[in-house]
């Protein structure tokens, strides 16, 4: 008998606190919708970042005032930040050309200063553009980052691959080997020469449109070198605005 009434509190108690926690779990629930409606409802009004705020804290709690607060503030900034790239991305698709046929297309070329070091010589230049063809009867799109860099250095890195990032700098979600063509070593001095690698990255329609939202990272490889080279949105908005 002392067995089953043990058996019976232990269960009482599990099943009290299983009620405690499924409530709070639905309390914390509630108020995340709560939140994104009265963010959505104040945002609806179209008023400015300090009319927003002064709405948000009319709200019942001060924590509900903090995160409604909050998130007005990163949807403003985000939509300012979007509007700054759609602007940027305009200059970005008049300076990408497209052939009479509308089957090939070739992007503005971007050049960057990347300081690889604490000495003068210690700079890579780097330039890029994306080309991109169509099959006018399937209408499948194809791209390729055609990239050029130059650096100094007592030997030619020889890059062979290179290793996509995510949004969080993860860099091993994808790899692609990749083949360079070398202009040789040039401006050499006596103990470091001025080398140029050319090489060819595909990519994919499907992946562009995928990193559309903030653009892509990734990492040239070389036995000597690692390169983290960014292709920034609106350059990719303007491209894609035309190929496709």
């Known amino acids: 008998m002392k067995l089953k009434l043990s058996s019976m509190k232990k269960l009482t108690t599990i099943l009290t606190l299983s009620v405690l926690m499924f409530g709070c779990s639905s309390l914390t629930i509630k108020d995340a919708t709560s939140s994104k409606d009265e963010t959505q409802r104040i945002l609806a009004m179209g008023l400015s970042l300090e009319g927003s705020l ?8 001060p924590h509900m005032v903090s995160v409604v607060s909050l998130q007005i503030k990163n949807a403003i900034s ?13 200059k970005f698709e008049r300076m990408t050309t497209v052939s009479e046929d509308g089957s090939k297309f070739i992007s503005s070329e971007i050049s960057e200063i990347i300081k690889d070091g604490f ?7 780097l330039n890029y553009f994306i080309e991109g063809t169509k099959n006018l009867n399937s209408g499948l799109v194809n791209h390729t980052l055609q ?5 100094n250095s007592k030997n030619s890195r020889n890059y062979s691959s290179i290793d ?3 949004r969080w700098n993860n ?21 470091i020469c001025k080398f140029s690698e050319e090489m060819e990255i595909r990519l994919s329609d499907e992946f562009l449109k995928e990193t559309l939202d903030i653009g892509f990272s990734m ?20 491209y894609l605005n035309l190929a496709k």
């Open 119 to 125: 000495l003068a010589t210690d700079i890579d230049e």
């Open 164 to 166: 996509f990032c995510d």
């Open 219 to 238: 990492q040239l490889i070389s036995d000597k070198k690692t390169t983290k080279v960014k292709i920034n949105k609106p350059f990719l908005m303007g």
């Open 54 to 61: 002064a709405e948000a804290k009319k709200l019942d709690t």
């Open 147 to 151: 990239v050029s860099l130059t650096y």
């Open 171 to 191: 860099c091993e979600i994808e790899s692609q080997t990749i083949r360079t063509s070398s202009s040789g070593a040039f401006n050499c001095s006596s103990d």
């Open 78 to 90: 985000k939509n300012i930040q979007d509007d700054k790239d759609l602007q940027a991305s305009k």
